[in-house]
Nanobody, 119 residues
Framework: QVRLVESGGGLVQPGGSLRLSCKIS????????MGWFRQAPGKEREPVAQ???????TYAEAVKGRSTISTDYAKNTMSLQMNSLKPEDTAVYYC?????????????WGLGTQVTVIS
C-alpha cells in the first residue's frame, strides 16, 4: 500500500504560480509511474503530467510549457511547478503513482489539493 499526501494548493491570481508537492510513502525506485491529474467541477478527472520511471515525461496540451514535474528521490517527493496560471486551471489536483508487482499494476491516489485561479 502506498500513501500519497499532496500539499501546496491554494488561491492564486491569473498569471501567478504554484508548486504542488506529493509525499510518497514508498521508495520512488519501486514505482512504475508518477504524475498529476486534475478534476474541475462538473468535469471528469484528466491527466496533467506523467513520468514513467526510466522513461519520458508527458504533459497535457493545456499545461505544456507552463508546468514541470520534478522529483526528489532522497525525500520521496514529487512536485508540480505550475506557472502562468489561468482560471481554467482551477481544479482539485491529485497525485497518482503506479506500481507493477508480479505482473499486476496497482494505482494509488492522494486525496487531492484545491487550486483556485481567480482575479
Amino acid at each position: 500500500q502506498v500513501r500519497l499526501v499532496e500539499s501546496g494548493g491554494g488561491l492564486v491570481q491569473p498569471g501567478g504560480s504554484l508548486r504542488l508537492s506529493c509525499k510518497i510513502s514508498a521508495s520512488m525506485h519501486s514505482l512504475h509511474s508518477m504524475g498529476w491529474f486534475r478534476q474541475a467541477p462538473g468535469k471528469e478527472r484528466e491527466p496533467v503530467a506523467q513520468s514513467i520511471l526510466g522513461g519520458s515525461t508527458t504533459y497535457a496540451e493545456a499545461v505544456k510549457g507552463r508546468s514541470t514535474i520534478s522529483t526528489d528521490y532522497a525525500k520521496n517527493t514529487m512536485s508540480l511547478q505550475m506557472n502562468s496560471l489561468k482560471p481554467e486551471d482551477t481544479a482539485v489536483y491529485y497525485c497518482h503513482v503506479s506500481q507493477r508487482l508480479e505482473g499486476k499494476e496497482f494505482d494509488y491516489w492522494g486525496l487531492g489539493t484545491q487550486v483556485t485561479v481567480i482575479s
